[in-house]
C-alpha cells in the first residue's frame, strides 16, 4: 500500500469555493482592489485602441478631438501610445493592488490558522494548503479581473462615444480590444496569484500543533 | 500478548527562549499498551500538553525517541509523518476544530478524501459513523448549527475516520458541560472496546479517571506514577458516587 496521502483537484476547488462563499465579504474586498486596478488597466488600454483607430481615419475633425482630449499628435503619426507618465499610474494602481492582495490574504491566513493546523493534523501536506489558497486567489483573481475588464472596457467605450458621437461604432477596432481586454484578465489573475504567493507558504509551513492551541 | 502501540524512550524536551532554556521534559519512559483507555494526569506547566503532542508526532523530542506503531517518529519525513497523522492517528481537540465551512459529514469524510478513499464509500462510511455518535439526520449541518457537545461528537466521528491504531483527545471535555461531557467520555470508551482503538486523551477532568485502565499522572517534566484500573478504583471510588 502506498503512503501517500492525496487531495483530489475536484475536492480543493471545492474547498476553495466554499471557503470563498463562506467569507463573501471579506473575499468581495479582496476582489474589488482588483476590478479597480484591472479596470484602470482596461480603460486605458482600450481607450489608447480606440484613439488608434480614429487616428488611422485622417478624419480631421476626429484629430482635432484627439488634439483637444490631450493627445499629441505630431503630423505623419500612425498610432498614439500611452504617455510615460500614463503608464506609470498603471503600474502604481496595479503594485498597490497587489499589496492590498497581499494583505487581504495574510489576514485570512491568520483567521484561518485553526483551521489550517486542524486539516495538517488530519494528514493535509504542505501542498494541499497552498493548492487551496491559490485556488482561491485564482478563482478570486479570474472574477475580478474579468469584471474589471469589462468594466474598463464599457467605461472606455462609454467616452468616447461621448467624445466622438455615433461615428465611432463605425470603426470600434474589435480585434484590438478583445486582445487588450484578455490582456487586462491575465494580468490581473497574475497579480491575484502574486500577491497569494506568500501568505501560501506562510500558512502551509504552520505547525499542525498550533490547531492544539486553545488561546487565540 | 502484549502489544504496545506506543513507546516513549529516556525523551527530553527543551524550549530555546533565547536567554534561558526551558527543560520541559526530564526523561520520559513509557509503554501504552494495545487497545487501553489512557488519560494522562497533570498539574499546567508539568509538560503534559509537550508529552501528549511527542506522542502525537506533532512535535518532535529534543532527545530520547518515541515509536508509534515501533516506527521512531523521528525518522519520518513529511509525506510519512502526514500519513501517520492521517491512518494512524486519530485527533480530538479541546476546541473541537470542525471545519467551519463544511458540513458535519464533509468534515467526517475529510481524513478519509486524503487516504484516498473514493467518494461513495466516504459518503456510505462517513454516514455510518455520524449514526454510531448518535448524530442520524445531522450530517448537513454546519458545525455552527450543532451544539458544543454535538460538534464534539462530530469530532470523535472524524478521528473515527480512516479507522486509526490510536485516538489522542487533549481534553476533549474541557469546554463541555459536566453532562455532555460525561457523554463525550462514554462514547470514547464504547469506541475504544468496541473497535479496540487506544484512546490517549490529556484531561484534568476526574469524571475521565472512571473509565481509564490507566492513568498517567505527569509533575514537573517526569512521571510521577503510573496507576492502573484497579488501583484508580480504590482511591476515587468515593468521588464517582
Keep these: ?67 483637444q482630449c490631450g493627445y499629441d499628435i505630431r503630423p505623419g503619426d500612425t498610432s498614439l501610445a500611452a504617455s510615460p507618465k500614463q503608464r506609470w499610474i498603471v503600474v502604481l494602481s496595479l503594485l498597490v493592488c497587489v499589496v492590498g492582495i497581499i494583505n487581504a490574504q495574510l489576514m485570512s491566513v491568520t483567521e484561518r490558522f485553526r483551521e489550517i493546523g486542524t486539516m495538517k493534523c488530519l494528514g493535509a501536506l504542505d501542498s494541499f494548503i497552498v493548492r487551496i489558497f491559490v485556488m482561491e486567489a485564482a478563482m478570486q483573481g479570474f472574477a475580478g479581473s474579468l469584471t474589471g475588464a469589462l468594466l474598463g472596457g464599457i467605461t472606455a467605450f462609454l467616452a468616447t462615444l461621448i467624445r466622438f458621437g455615433s461615428d465611432i461604432f463605425t470603426f470600434l477596432p474589435w480585434q484590438a480590444i478583445l486582445s487588450s481586454t484578455s490582456l487586462s484578465v491575465v494580468t490581473g489573475l497574475g497579480l491575484s496569484l502574486l500577491g497569494v504567493l506568500y501568505p501560501a507558504i506562510m500558512a502551509a509551513r504552520m505547525q499542525p500543533v498550533e490547531a492544539m492551541r486553545v488561546e487565540q | 500478548m502484549k502489544k504496545n502501540i506506543v513507546r516513549v524512550t529516556d525523551v ?62 523521528a525518522q519520518l519525513d513529511a509525506y510519512e509523518l502526514a500519513w501517520l497523522r492521517c491512518r494512524k492517528i486519530g485527533y480530538i481537540f479541546q476546541t473541537f476544530n470542525l471545519i467551519p465551512v463544511m458540513t458535519a459529514l464533509e468534515n467526517v469524510t475529510l481524513p478519509m478524501i486524503f487516504a484516498g478513499t473514493p467518494g461513495e464509500a466516504a459518503t456510505e ?23 458544543g457537545g454535538q460538534q464534539q461528537r462530530v469530532a470523535v466521528a472524524r478521528a473515527l475516520a480512516n479507522s486509526p491504531a490510536i485516538i489522542l483527545a487533549d481534553e476533549p471535555t474541557g469546554n463541555l458541560d459536566l453532562t455532555t461531557g460525561a457523554e463525550i467520555i462514554d462514547l470514547l470508551k464504547e469506541m475504544s472496546e468496541e473497535r479496540g482503538v487506544t484512546v490517549i486523551s490529556a484531561t484534568h477532568d476526574f469524571k475521565m479517571l472512571n473509565v481509564s485502565d490507566q492513568v498517567i499522572w505527569i509533575r514537573d517534566g517526569q512521571v510521577e506514577k503510573i496507576q492502573e484500573r484497579d488501583e484508580l478504583e480504590i482511591n476515587t471510588g468515593g468521588m464517582s458516587s
Excluded at chain 1, 16 to 37: D, E, P, Q
Excluded at chain 2, 40 to 57: D, H, R, V
Aim: aromatic residues 6%; glycine residues 10%; charged residues 20%.
Design chain 2, 125 to 147: 462510511r462517513g454516514m455510518g459513523l455520524l449514526k454510531k455518535v448518535g448524530l442520524t439526520g445531522r450530517h448537513g449541518h454546519k458545525p455552527s448549527e450543532l451544539s
Design chain 1, 1 to 67: 500500500m502506498s503512503r501517500l496521502v492525496v487531495l483530489p483537484w475536484k475536492k480543493s476547488v471545492e474547498i476553495s469555493y466554499k471557503s470563498i462563499r463562506a467569507r463573501f465579504f471579506r473575499s468581495l474586498v479582496t476582489t474589488i482592489t482588483l476590478v479597480l486596478a484591472v479596470s484602470f488597466l482596461a480603460f486605458s488600454q482600450i481607450t489608447i485602441d480606440i484613439a488608434d483607430q480614429i487616428l488611422a481615419t485622417g478624419d480631421s475633425g476626429h484629430c482635432q478631438t484627439l488634439i
Design chain 2, 12 to 73: 527530553t524536551k527543551d524550549f530555546d527562549l533565547g536567554k534561558i532554556v526551558v527543560k520541559v521534559l526530564k526523561g520520559i519512559n513509557l509503554e501504552i499498551e494495545t487497545g487501553k483507555y489512557i488519560s494522562i494526569m497533570g498539574p499546567s506547566g508539568s509538560g503534559k500538553s509537550t508529552l501528549f503532542n511527542m506522542i502525537g508526532g506533532l512535535d518532535k523530542p529534543t532527545a530520547g525517541k518515541v515509536f508509534i506503531d515501533e516506527v521512531d517518529i
